[in-house]
C-alpha cells in the first residue's frame, strides 16, 4: 500500500452563518493525482486554505505525511514540501519569467532579498531548468504580462514546482483557458506526477479534464464531501448527477 500523504480528520470553517467546510475527511496517497469537484461555493478553494495554512481550521486536524499540521503557516508548510497556486495568479508583475522562478527558488533557501540575484550561477541554473520543463524557456525574459493566459498559469505552476514540493495543490488551474492550453496543462499534470514525482490535488470545474488526470475524484457540495471514487464511478452517481444537472 502507498503510503499517505495527506489526510483532514472532520475539518470545519465557518464564516459567520456559511458553513463554508462543514467537517471534511479526505485523504491523498503518494503519488496519486485527486481532483476536487463541486459547484461554486460548495467549500473547494476554503478547503485547499485549510490544508495549505492560509486558513486555521475552527476544528478539525491536518495531517501532512504523518505530521500533524493543522495550523502551521504557509512558509512552514512549503518547507515540508507542499507547494500550492492560486485561482487568482499569484506572480509579481514587475519581475521577468526568470526573476520570478528566482524569487521562488531563494526563496526555498530562506534568503532574504530574494530578487535580483543574478550572481548565483546555481539558481539561475535551476531556475532555468524548472522553466525547461514547463517548456518556459525561451519566455525567460519577458514579464508575465507578456505571456499568453495559457502560459501565465504554467508559470504559476513553475513556480510551485520550483520550492522542491512532494506536493502541488491547484485551484482551478485550467480556468479561462483555451482547448489548446487545456490539452497542455493536462499534459503538465501527468508530468508532475509521472516525472517529476509530485502528488497532485487539484480543484477544477472542466470535468473532461477531471476525468482525463485523475485516479480519484472527491465531489463537495455545501461544505461536506457528498462523493468520492475512481472516475467512472463518480461519473456513475445519481447524488453528483443531481447536484451537476440540478
Ligand atoms: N473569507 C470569507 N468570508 C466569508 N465567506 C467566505 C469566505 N471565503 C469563502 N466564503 C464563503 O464560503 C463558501 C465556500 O466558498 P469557496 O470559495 O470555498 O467555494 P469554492 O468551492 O471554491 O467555489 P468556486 O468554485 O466558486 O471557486 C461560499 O459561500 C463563500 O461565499
Ligand atoms: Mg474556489
Redesign the pocket.
Known sequence: MRKEMLRTEDVKKH??S?R??DGVSIGVKEGEIVSLV??????????LNLISGLLKPDSGRVYFMGEDVTGMRPSQLVRKGMARCF?ISNVFEDLTVLENLLAAVHSIEGWISPVRRYDDDEAVERAMAVLKEFNLHEKAHLTPKELSHGDRKLLDVAIAYALNPKMILLD?PTAAMSVGEKRTTVRVIKKLRDQLGVTVLL?E?DLDVVYEVSDRIIV?HQ?TVLAEGRPEEVREDPKVKEVYLG
Request: glycine share 24%.
Open positions: 464564516f459567520g456559511v463554508a467546510v463541486g459547484p461554486n461555493g460548495a467549500g473547494k478553494t476554503t478547503l485561482q482551478e480543484v470545474h463537495m461544505g
